[in-house]
């Protein structure tokens, strides 16, 4: 069984039914929310938060949590800066950067993240 922590980190594939996609998106969501309850000062639970928020729609929501990740942390600046911050040679696997373009960053992207 997955803990609480893996099962809020939304990757999903391209092409995943839209149906699936929403209750996954919203299953994220509830667990990042739970996440910021607990760690409110951890800019990557309020930006993943912020894409969840998005990628359901509401953008409101999302603007807000992106508001608080760039108080917290410079990186949620743009895509870019985000890309090139410490702690992301994960996106160097292209599995996982192909995944977090059609989640994390279209999320961010429809938050109001610029690309530069």
Known sequence: MQSGSARA???YPPGT????LKARTDE???WFEKARSA??????ILA???AGYALKGETG???VALSEARRLSDRYS???RLKAAPGTGWLQ????RALAETTLFAGLRLAGMPEE
Not at 17 to 20: E, H, I, L, R, V
Not at 39 to 44: F, P, S
């Open 39 to 44: 760690y409110a000062a951890v800019h990557h």
């Open 28 to 30: 994220a969501v509830r």
């Open 17 to 20: 039914d839209k149906s699936g």
């Open 93 to 96: 696997a292209p599995k996982l």
């Open 78 to 80: 743009s895509i870019a």
């Open 48 to 50: 993943s938060l912020a």
């Open 9 to 11: 980190i939304a990757i």
């Open 61 to 63: 929501r999302a603007g």
